[in-house]
Each structure stands twice: as C-alpha cells, then as structure tokens.
C-alpha cells in the first residue's frame, strides 16, 4: 500500500494554536507544591545546559503559564548561585565508601598490587 497520499492526510497541525491547550490545562489543574516541585525539577535540570537552550526550552513555558516560567528561570538563578538544593528535585546517589579493613578479601585482593618478589 503506498503511504505517499495517506501520510500527507496526517502531517503536524498547520498552527500552534492549541500545542500548548494539554500541558496549560494540566498546569492549571495541579496543586500549588507540584507546581513548586515542577519548576524545581525543570530548574534543576536546565541549570547546567547553554543559555540558548533553557531560553527556548523557557520560551515553550511560557506557552503554557508565564508563572512556571518565571518559576523556572528564578529556580535557575538559584541553582547558579548555589543556592540550598531541594530535597525533592534529583540528585546524584552518593556511594558510601567503606575503609579497607572491612572490604571483603576477594575484593581486597582484587585491589592490592601484586608482586613476585617473594619466590625467590
């Protein structure tokens, strides 16, 4: 079956009008400290990416609450001035170190140099 006049029938809409309808009304229906924790974790994750990318990524926000916006962009302000991180937005998993003494001995010997001095 040729997609040619099928797949035309389908395309991406020819306006923006209503792109931003879904994620607004969703906004809109959440409570204040998801709102809060929303904008953290956008804050969070845009803190680290080139100043051209969160402004585009801030000016789609925009499209769907000027708050969350201006949430964002002063979450990211924060996050630069190293300000407290928020317990609830993601954070590297620490690994807990363990002094040698209480390695296993198959992982003490896998990390301990070994000489052949001793046959001699």
Request: with cysteine; charged share 25%.
């Given at each position: 079956?040729?997609?040619?006049?099928?797949?035309?029938?389908?395309?991406?809409p020819e306006d923006?009008?209503?792109?931003?309808?879904?994620?607004?009304?969703?906004?809109?229906?959440?409570?204040?400290?998801?709102?809060?924790?929303?904008?953290?974790?956008?804050?969070?994750?845009?803190?680290?990416?080139?100043?051209?990318?969160?402004?585009?990524?801030?000016?789609?926000?925009?499209?769907?609450?000027?708050?969350l916006a201006a949430?964002?962009?002063?979450?990211?302000?924060?996050?630069?001035?190293?300000?407290?991180?928020?317990?609830?937005?993601?954070?590297?998993?620490?690994?807990?170190?363990?002094?040698?003494?209480?390695?296993?001995?198959?992982?003490?010997?896998?990390?301990?140099?070994?000489?052949?001095?001793?046959?001699?």
């Amino acid at each position: 079956m040729p997609l040619g006049s099928l797949a035309d029938r389908f395309g991406w809409p020819e306006d923006d009008a209503d792109l931003y309808g879904q994620p607004r009304e969703l906004y809109r229906v959440m409570q204040p400290d998801e709102r809060g924790r929303l904008a953290m974790n956008f804050a969070g994750a845009l803190a680290d990416v080139p100043a051209f990318i969160a402004d585009r990524f801030i000016g789609h926000l925009e499209q769907v609450s000027g708050e969350l916006a201006a949430n964002v962009r002063a979450g990211i302000a924060q996050k630069k001035a190293g300000g407290t991180r928020n317990s609830r937005t993601c954070s590297p998993r620490r690994t807990p170190t363990r002094p040698a003494a209480t390695r296993s001995p198959a992982r003490a010997s896998r990390s301990a140099p070994t000489t052949d001095t001793d046959s001699g």
